[in-house]
């Protein structure tokens, strides 16, 4: 396998951050396989906003949204997934510009920490 440039734009509000990848073309290149694992680590075991999980015949993004705690979130939660730090903290981690791609998942792994994954 050669090696593949990989460009990770960031960008900085006043109400948030965001980042994004994007592969530029690149000569000799046609195909790049990702294993798209993004982790968030948390300090404590927050509230957060979160639908049920997935399931045959279930709409979860149009669901209702639940307040729990992050330790008993289930796999397959829809985003946005709100995140409750404090009375005047909250994060939403959500996706955009989904254009031939595919969405992202989530799993929750050690107890304060959520992986997103390709589905």
Same mark, same amino acid.
């Given at each position: 396998?050669?090696?593949? =440039? @990989?460009?990770?734009?960031?960008? *900085?509000?006043?109400?948030?951050?965001?980042? *994004? #990848? =994007?592969? /530029?073309? !690149? =000569?000799?290149?046609?195909?790049?396989?990702?294993?798209?694992?993004?982790?968030?680590?948390?300090?404590?075991? #927050?509230? @957060?906003?979160?639908?049920? %999980?997935?399931?045959?015949?279930? $709409?979860? *993004? !149009?669901? +209702? #949204? &639940? %307040?729990?705690? $992050?330790?008993?979130? +289930?796999?397959?939660?829809?985003? /946005?997934?709100?995140?409750?730090?404090?009375?005047? $903290? %909250?994060?939403? $981690? *959500?996706?955009? &510009?989904?254009?031939? #791609?595919?969405?992202?998942?989530?799993?929750?792994?050690?107890? =304060?920490?959520? @992986?997103?994954?390709? @589905?």
């Amino acid at each position: 396998m050669g090696e593949a =440039q @990989v460009n990770i734009i960031g960008r *900085a509000y006043n109400e948030g951050v965001a980042f *994004a #990848y =994007q592969i /530029p073309e !690149q =000569q000799n290149i046609e195909e790049i396989g990702l294993a798209e694992n993004i982790h968030y680590n948390f300090k404590e075991d #927050y509230n @957060v906003w979160a639908t049920p %999980k997935r399931g045959p015949g279930v $709409l979860t *993004a !149009q669901g +209702e #949204y &639940k %307040k729990i705690p $992050l330790s008993i979130l +289930e796999k397959g939660c829809e985003r /946005p997934l709100v995140i409750e730090i404090h009375d005047s $903290l %909250k994060i939403a $981690l *959500a996706e955009a &510009k989904l254009v031939d #791609y595919t969405r992202l998942s989530s799993i929750k792994g050690r107890l =304060q920490n959520i @992986v997103f994954f390709l @589905v």
